[in-house]
C-alpha cells in the first residue's frame, strides 16, 4: 500500500517508521537535533506547500528519509489504515 504525503509525493506504507506531530515533537531539543542532523546529511524532503504540520520518518534500501508534509499526522495515520 502506498500514502500519499501531498505535494505528488507518495511512499510505501511498508517504508514508514514512524509519523510525528511536528508543533509537538519540536519542542523537544533531541527532535529539533535530529532533524537539524537529517537536514545537513540531505536527508530531509519538503513535500508540504504550505506550513508543516507532520513529518514521516521513512527507512528503504536508499536509507533513512525525513518528509515533512503539510498534512496532519492524524490524516497521515487515517489514510494508512483504509
Known amino acids: 500500500m ?3 504525503l ?3 509525493t507518495v511512499i510505501a506504507s511498508e517504508s514508514i517508521v514512524g509519523v510525528f506531530d511536528l508543533d509537538n515533537t519540536s519542542q ?3 527532535t529539533r537535533k535530529y532533524l537539524a542532523a ?3 546529511s540531505g536527508q530531509v ?5 504550505d506550513i ?3 513529518f514521516v520518518v521513512c527507512s528503504d534500501r536508499a536509507g533513512m528519509r525525513v518528509y ?3 498534512l496532519a499526522p492524524q490524516t497521515l495515520l487515517r489514510r494508512t489504515n483504509v
Do not use: F, M, R
Open 28 to 30: 523537544s531539543h533531541i
Open 68 to 70: 515533512l508534509s503539510q
Open 38 to 40: 537529517a537536514e545537513k
Open 45 to 49: 524532503v519538503n513535500v508540504a506547500e
Open 6 to 8: 501531498g505535494s505528488g
Open 52 to 54: 508543516p504540520k507532520s
Open 2 to 4: 502506498y500514502l500519499h
